[in-house]
């Protein structure tokens, strides 16, 4: 059935340091991939997202990058603050059917 | 707009019970999801409306659970009766094109069913 993994569940980086973010989808029909960040007691929020017909999309320190043949998308957070530390989610959508990743941890230490 | 608003933020209820949930989605969606957050199982959607037409309820796990959205503006999640196992996070979400644009999200109402 439609499947998202995301990886790694859990990312400690240093204040200032990259994170990078890995989700691959099993439906090849999906054609939107939105990225959202929910933090504790909070409820998810977009924070970029990117259609099938482009490759690559970037908003200041965030940036999301598709790749269609492989079935998998990426998010980039350069410059990370401690205001990033969240659970961060990707999806796959297609019609009205998203399908979220497990999430990942990221806490971005002082 | 307020955004997607739900109430109550918390429910505590005994195993049994009929718990209600309540959606408002944003003014001009068409699309509404219920789904439901643990840490064990992640988001799970449970059930998609489309101009208050329920479409897909497959996410929906037992005939205790059980939605409606009677107008534009209005939706409900039912337990009945409720048990611990449905202690998680219930969120609505709402979209102007099903899944093809941004859901926004309410702020969920936390269930505990002792």
């Known amino acids: 059935g439609e499947n998202v993994e995301q990886h790694p569940s859990t990312l400690s980086v240093q204040e200032g340091d990259s994170a990078v973010i890995k989700c691959t989808y099993s439906?090849?029909?999906?054609?939107?991939f939105p990225w959202y960040k929910q933090e504790l007691g909070k409820r998810p929020q977009l924070i970029i997202d990117?259609?099938?017909?482009?490759g690559e999309k970037k908003d200041q320190r965030i940036a999301v990058t598709l790749n269609k043949t492989a079935k998998h998308f990426s998010l980039h957070i350069t410059e990370t603050q401690p205001e990033d530390s969240a659970v961060y989610f990707c999806?796959?959508?297609?019609?009205?059917?998203?399908?979220f990743g497990t999430g990942t941890r990221l806490k971005v230490l002082a | 707009d307020a955004g997607v608003i739900q109430s109550p933020r918390h429910e505590v209820t005994e195993m049994g019970q009929e718990v209600t949930l309540r959606c408002k989605p944003i003014?001009?969606?068409?699309?509404l999801f219920w789904y439901r957050q643990t840490m064990m199982r992640g988001l799970e959607l449970l059930i998609y409306?489309?101009?208050?037409?329920?479409?897909?309820d497959s996410g929906m796990p037992e005939d205790r659970f059980s939605a409606k959205m009677p107008n534009a503006s209005f939706s409900t999640l039912k337990i009945q009766p409720s048990e611990p196992r449905d202690s998680a996070v219930y969120f609505c979400?709402?979209?102007?094109?099903?899944?093809?644009?941004?859901?926004?999200f309410g702020q969920g109402t936390r269930l505990t069913v002792v």
């Open positions: 439906d090849s029909a999906s054609n939107y």
């Open positions: 409306f489309n101009n208050n037409v329920p479409i897909d």
């Open positions: 999806a796959a959508s297609r019609a009205y059917k998203y399908i």
């Open positions: 990117i259609r099938s017909n482009v």
């Open positions: 003014s001009g969606h068409n699309s």
């Open positions: 979400a709402s979209s102007r094109d099903g899944g093809n644009t941004e859901a926004f």
